[in-house]
């Protein structure tokens, strides 16, 4: 037997955030008393009118295969959002894509159209599994560092420095995960800017958070504040966050339709049509109320400042606060070189979130899995009691360090 495995999958890592989310689960099946802050997940639930639409799917019929990429309705209904959020449009036969997650968006994107050597251009922190996908696809992720003390976000010269005439793909997530961060229209614009003078390279704008948001400014997406970018651009979002649908698995994209139905063929050969019900299920929710999703922001915004304000108490934690999303992203630098009470030396941010499940059963992402150390990721998509908790243990840990 050949137990060997492909080179592609030999490129590739297994997920960081997924991992801690498995560590949680084997902890609390086996009694431990441990707080999750590592999944990017709303605790909130799906809301009702998305589940009767679903059930009525079912019992209506809707069961079958369904277009590669999508049924109409629930194009028309992306098609719809696009125009209503963002005002970019969109031909809903030829211009939008429905995948399996907006995991699946990207891995689409990124297999369809990257090859060897080709490079993507990927700002840190990162969603961990920007370079993985990019890796698999055999292209080389090119990682910009935008540290605290810039917001966690790049500047225009940093752009312009890491193209080559090797680029692909330009990779912007706002508001990011891990860090929160959220660019303006005018920070956009400066990076647009960038852009245009490389005609050769293509932007894909993970937008993923657009309504988790807490800055002033409306939430923008590049195309919005740069028209000129339309033709180069691939503006990805899913259901997962905004709508409480992770385990739905929607995701979609709009962008030029060469490139959609590049990414329809693979999708023929891999998965199919994204599951019928939960097609009708992602077109309720496009299509219905968006109201609570205002409320649902505000529950997120005093998470947050709840969430910042007891990390800055922690000793050797700086906490900047975050923009949108629902993750906050201290700094551990006064942390590092310190030991533990059973004597651990935290010389890494790993070392440190280990310390805070095994010692004080608090679950966090540890920071170099999204590009940049010493730092980590809290997922405050949580009650406020266990926030509080949570919080409480992380700051009793930091201050039994020596
Ligand atoms: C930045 C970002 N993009 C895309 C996704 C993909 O979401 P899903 O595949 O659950 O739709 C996530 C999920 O965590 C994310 O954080």
């Known amino acids: 037997m050949n137990a060997n ?38 605790d909130f639930d799906t809301p009702d009118y998305v589940k009767d639409a679903a059930i009525e799917a079912i019992r209506g019929g809707k069961t079958k295969y369904t277009i590669v990429d999508g049924t109409m309705e629930l194009k028309e209904a992306i098609a719809r959002k696009f125009k209503r959020d963002n005002g970019l449009t969109y031909d809903p036969a030829a211009q939008i894509s429905v995948n399996v997650g907006g995991k699946h968006t990207l891995f689409n994107a990124m297999v369809a159209t990257v090859d060897a050597g080709d490079e993507v251009v990927i700002p840190a922190h990162y969603w961990v599994t920007y370079p993985d996908i990019v890796n698999f696809a055999g292209g080389m992720p090119v990682i910009i560092s935008a540290g605290a003390n810039q917001q966690y976000k790049i500047l225009p010269e ?44 293509m932007v894909i704008t993970d937008d993923m958070y657009e309504h988790i948001w807490y800055a002033e400014t409306p939430f923008a997406t590049i195309v919005e504040v740069c028209p000129e970018l ?33 990414m ?14 939960a097609q009708a299920a992602a077109t309720a929710a496009l299509n219905g109320d968006q109201s609570f999703l205002k409320e649902r922001n505000a529950a997120f ?21 975050p923009e949108g999303a629902f993750y906050v992203y201290p700094d551990a630098t006064g942390c590092l070189g310190k030991t533990t009470p059973k004597g651990v030396v935290i010389d890494s941010d790993e070392r440190l979130v280990d310390y805070f ?20 990721r809290v997922s405050y998509a949580t009650s406020e009691d266990l926030l509080t908790e949570a919080c409480g243990r992380i700051q009793k840990a930091c201050a039994t360090l020596r």
């Open 5 to 42: 495995t492909s080179a592609a999958l030999d490129r590739i890592q297994p997920s960081a955030t997924l991992a801690m989310t498995g560590r949680v689960a084997m902890l609390k099946r086996s009694g431990v008393d441990v707080i999750g802050l590592s999944a990017g997940e709303p």
């Open 158 to 201: 940093q752009l312009d420095a890491a193209i080559t005439p090797r680029t692909r793909w330009v990779l912007l997530n706002s508001p990011s995960n891990p860090t929160g961060a959220a660019y303006s229209a005018v920070e956009l614009k400066a990076l647009a800017e960038v852009l245009l003078r490389h005609p050769h390279v």
């Open 230 to 262: 339309y033709d180069r651009t691939l503006t990805v979002n899913g259901c997962a966050k905004a709508y409480a649908m992770t385990g739905w698995r929607i995701g979609f994209a709009g962008g030029p339709a060469w490139l959609i139905k590049a």
């Open 264 to 277: 329809a063929k693979l999708q023929s050969q891999s998965t199919s049509n994204p599951c019928s019900i």
């Open 301 to 321: 915004q005093r998470r947050r400042d709840l969430v910042v304000g007891m990390l800055n108490e922690a000793i050797g934690l700086h906490c900047p606060t």
């Open 357 to 376: 499940l095994d010692d004080h059963q608090v679950a966090t992402v540890h920071g170099a899995a999204f590009g940049l150390s010493p730092a980590f």
